[in-house]
């Protein structure tokens, strides 16, 4: 089979790393891919967002299937087009993407099919919010941009200064653009977070191992959040009993209001949980995998994974088994020097070898380029160092010695992944 993976980061690695060991990948494809995905795959040079040379690029090679893994493409209805055109794609339509390129969607979905999460009311007006954060008196209060705003359209307000400072930039500055037309305010919740990713071709779900990411910049979960600074899985507090509570009152409730509503939801369904004193609820959909919660999912897939994204686009996972192993993984992300604010680029990256790898570990690599076998920093988040272990302890262990192989001016980590506070 001919592949092409829609991205660039350390997800598209890591899928790709695992697409490569499926007998039937023939040829693989990356757009536009980074420094070590083209030691995996062919990188072709097009944006993620260009839907019309993603589909004539798609013809020419005769792709036989294309995974579109981040959320604007998906947002946007790439494989809306690819399927229009007769290509075969892995990701839900524009239609169920809406999932997560929606705040004001998928919490009124969630209301109106009663799956829990947390209260909030929604807003076009920053004056009526702000009345609203004033009445309503309590704090933390949660303000959320409605779309798409590279993680980052989240805001924790600790007293009413910061809410209005918030609620301002987000509506009046439109930091993020349209995607603050409207407003989530929410409730705050407190309670261990997991991110459960799920295959699912509308008829059938079958959740992936769980793993636990690590949002903020530093030790002890302090500074800002981030795309993510390192993942676990399993995550240690998602029980079995837990997760048969989210199968009955989210996960199968979450496909069936996609499907009542007309939005059939076929891909990679992410579930970002809380496990509150009060249960579990969802503080966010993804309509896509994780990142990095796939650097840390995908090693411990024992099935083709070729398999699994025809049984989803085929609509036959209920007949797909799949197998995962028991075996823990741990990926610490090594960040550029200021990242998630301002950071350089173009940093040589050392200690890697030719093929953009170390001994011990397996590092995906999320923001490089390669020019004559020398590595160099091309993104905030630069590199996810993973490791397998029979324990979580050995898996870490393993990275962590892998990442300090690894240097490069201004690099920073975190040194508490996996550590359970
Ligand atoms: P999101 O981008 O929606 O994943 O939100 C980023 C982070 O903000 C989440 O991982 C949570 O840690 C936090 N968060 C979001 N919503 C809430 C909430 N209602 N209560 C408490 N924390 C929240
Ligand atoms: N790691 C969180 C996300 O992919 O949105």
Known sequence: MKLLVIGGGGREHAIIRKLRESPKADEIYCAPGNGGISKDA????????????????????????VFVAPDDPLAAGMVDALEAAGIAAFGP??????????????????????????????????????????????????????????????????????????????????????????????????????????????????????SKDHKRALDHDKGPNTGGMGTISPNPYYTDDIAEICMNTIFLPTIHAMNQEGRVFKGCLYFGLMLTKDGPKVIEYNSRFGDPETQVVLPRLKTDLIDILLAVVEERLKEQPIEWSSEACACVVMASGGYPGKYEKGIEITGLKEDGQVGGATVYHAGTTCKQNRYYTNGGRVLGVTALGETLEEALGKAYAAVEQIHFHGAHYRCDIGKIN
């Open 42 to 65: 062919v990188c072709v040079d097009i944006p993620v967002t260009d839907i019309d040379d993603i589909v004539a690029f798609s013809k020419e090679k005769q792709i036989d299937l």
């Open 93 to 210: 339509r524009a239609n169920a993407a809406v999932i997560e390129s929606s705040k004001v969607f998928s919490k009124d979905l969630m209301k109106q099919y009663h799956i829990p999460t947390a209260g909030y009311a929604v807003f076009d007006d920053s004056h009526n919010a702000l009345e609203y954060v004033k009445a309503n008196n309590q704090y933390p209060i949660v303000i959320k941009a409605d779309g798409l705003a590279l993680g980052k359209g989240v805001i924790i307000a600790a007293d009413f200064a910061e809410a209005q400072d918030a609620v301002r930039t987000i509506m009046e500055d439109k930091i993020f653009g349209a995607s603050g037309n409207q407003i989530v305010v929410e409730e705050f919740i407190t309670g261990p977070e997991v991110s459960v990713l799920a295959f699912t071709d509308g008829k059938c779900v079958k959740p992936m191992v769980s």
